[in-house]
């Protein structure tokens, strides 16, 4: 088993700055890629930004040039800077991972319980 778990969520004003992070922990060979997902209220999960192994990234449209993921292997943790906050940037950020548990075992996906990240004056 493997567990994520976030940090870093809170209270930001608007065009503020934020560093969430997603440390993982547990039985792991590799993590493939992973990265963040956000739910606001009344709406649905949706991806904010992905990281491969290679440090491969891509990102939603609305947060493009605001936001950077990154990772630290040796770590097991992904991060997630994000810059001129917004208040429709509010929602739970969940962390995201395809982990390998052995050497050749397939990918299996874990997800975090979530970080607030509340964007208002």
């Known amino acids: 088993q493997v567990q994520l778990v976030e940090s870093g969520g809170g209270l930001v004003q608007p065009g503020g700055s934020l560093r969430i992070s997603c440390a993982a922990s547990?039985?792991?060979?590799?993590?493939?890629?992973c990265g963040w997902y956000r739910q606001a209220p009344g709406k649905e999960r949706e991806l904010v930004a992905r990281i491969t192994n290679g440090g491969t990234t891509n990102y939603a449209d609305s947060v493009q040039g605001r936001f950077t993921i990154s990772r630290d292997n040796a770590k097991n943790t992904v991060y997630l800077q994000m810059n001129s906050l917004k208040p429709e940037d509010t929602a739970v950020y969940y962390c995201?991972?395809?982990?390998?548990?052995?050497?050749?075992?397939?990918?299996?996906?874990?997800w975090g319980k979530g970080t607030l990240v509340t964007i208002s004056s």
């Open positions: 995201n991972a395809d982990v390998q548990h052995y050497t050749l075992s397939s990918n299996i996906n874990y």
């Open positions: 547990g039985s792991i060979f590799r993590i493939n890629a």
